[in-house]
Nanobody, 124 residues
Framework: QVQLVESGGGLVQAGGSLRLSCALS????????MGWFRQAPGKEREFVAA???????DYADSVKGRFAISRDNAKSTVYLQMSNLKPEDTAVYYC??????????????????WGQGTQVTVSS
């Protein structure tokens, strides 16, 4: 059974940076495509970034050029480096996993496993 645990959230001022981590256990990370999603208060959960089993990234337009997704299969961890943060980035951030052979997806219902989320708050 895959388990995902996010960490690294917190409070940061606008323009600042944070790095989120997502640790996968129970299976081998290299077999999974991974995604990051976020949900702001009163809004639906939305796609942020994804990375294929081979390391190819994909991003939502709203974070392109500011966020970077990466993976370290040896450490069984996926990262989301967030820079030039804006107040509108405030949300609970979730990582998710789906079988790598299926490729990346922007759709949350394509992901089989989810973490519990980590809060990111950006003050203006």
């Amino acid at each position: 059974q895959v388990q995902l645990v996010e960490s690294g959230g917190g409070l940061v001022q606008a323009g600042g940076s944070l790095r989120l981590s997502c640790a996968l256990s129970g299976r081998t990370l290299s077999n999974y495509a991974m995604g990051w999603f976020r949900q702001a208060p009163g809004k639906e959960r939305e796609f942020v970034a994804a990375i294929s089993w081979s390391g190819s990234p994909d991003y939502a337009d709203s974070v392109k050029g500011r966020f970077a997704i990466s993976r370290d299969n040896a450490k069984s961890t996926v990262y989301l480096q967030m820079s030039n943060l804006k107040p509108e980035d405030t949300a609970v951030y979730y990582c998710a996993a789906r079988p790598g052979v299926l490729g990346m997806s922007h759709r949350e219902y394509h992901y089989n496993y989810w973490g519990q989320g980590t809060q990111v708050t950006v003050s203006s």
